[in-house]
C-alpha cells in the first residue's frame, strides 16, 4: 500500500510540475541565396611541341601539337574564351601572330581553337570561342592546338636551340 501511494504521489506531482500546451501557433520564414556568375580556369598545362624530347624538325612541313584547359562556370552563365598573342607578339610575324624566343632569335608558332591550322585563337572580338555552360556540369577541359608552320630554318630565324613563350595569358570574359 506504501509503495502504491508513493507511486500516485510522484505521478500527480509530475502532471503539476509539466503543465499540458493546449495551443499552438505557427508561421513561416524565408531562405534565399543568390547564386552570382562565375567561372574560374582551373587547370592549363604546357603546349609542348617537343613532346618532352629534341624537335626532329622536317623544316619542308609544319610541327602540330596540342595541350587542353580547364574551367568551369556557373550554370548558364555565357562565356568568351580568349588566348593573347604571349610574350613575343608579331616577332616573327611571317610565321605567325605568335613567338617562342631564345635571346634574340624567334621561332614563330600559331594556336587554334578547333584544329591545327583551322581557326586562330585570339584574345579580341571575332576569335573568342564562345559558349553557355547551359546544363553542364562540373570541369570542362578544352582543346589548344599549336603549329610550328615550316620554313624558318633560313636565316636569320630559328637556329637549332631551345624555345619558349613564358607568358601566353588565357582569358574567360562572362
Known sequence: MKTMLRLSLAIAIT????????????DTFLV???????????????????NGGTVSYDMS???????????????????????DAGSNPGAAAAFGTRAMVNGTEF???????DAPGGTVWGNAAGSWVTGNSGAAAGVQNVPIYG??????????????????????????NY
Open 61 to 83: 612541313g609544319f610541327l602540330d601539337a596540342s595541350t587542353t584547359f580547364s574551367y568551369r562556370c556557373s550554370k548558364n552563365t555565357a562565356f568568351q574564351i580568349g588566348i
Open 15 to 26: 502532471a503539476i510540475a509539466s503543465p499540458a500546451f493546449a495551443q499552438s501557433v505557427q
Open 147 to 172: 603549329r610550328i608552320p615550316a620554313g624558318q630554318d633560313v636565316t636569320p630565324t630559328a637556329p637549332a636551340a631551345f624555345y619558349t613563350d613564358a607568358a601566353v595569358t588565357i582569358t574567360v
Open 107 to 113: 621561332l614563330g608558332y600559331e594556336l587554334y581553337s
Open 32 to 50: 534565399r541565396a543568390t547564386v552570382q556568375k562565375s567561372c574560374m580556369i582551373t587547370a592549363t598545362n604546357m603546349l609542348d611541341f617537343s
